[in-house]
């Protein structure tokens, strides 16, 4: 399926409106990490997309890949920017660079 323009428009209206977007699947370990940590990182509010829970969840998915080139979920945006999946949230986590995107971005303190 192509990415619809309905699709690429929920998406950029998404991460213009909300410091932090997680494009994301209840049953994928990769996205309970990836929200998990965001949380622990001090993010109080996220605006996440279950995309199975969707009618419009494969658009999604293909209007993700046009964007980011990553098909795969989870996908998380901060201020706009896609920082990866829920193993590049992990290993920015750990190195400490997470908190410091967030604080300089002013979402956390």
Avoid: W
Avoid at 86 to 99: C, H, N, V
Wanted: overall charge positive; hydrophobic content about 40%.
């Amino acid at each position: 399926m192509s990415a619809s323009r309905a699709a690429l428009s929920l998406i950029e209206s998404a991460i213009k409106k909300h410091n932090v977007v997680v494009f994301s699947k209840t049953t994928c370990p990769f996205s309970v990490l990836a929200k998990r940590i965001l949380s622990e990182a001090g993010v109080e509010e996220m605006k996440v997309y279950e995309i199975e829970q969707r009618q419009d969840g494969a658009e999604i998915q293909s209007a993700l890949q046009v964007m980011t080139g990553r098909r795969t979920v989870p996908n998380v945006f901060i201020k706009g920017t896609s920082i990866g999946g829920g193993s590049e949230t992990a290993e920015l986590y750990q190195s400490g660079k997470l908190k410091e995107l967030l604080q300089e971005q002013g979402i956390v303190k």
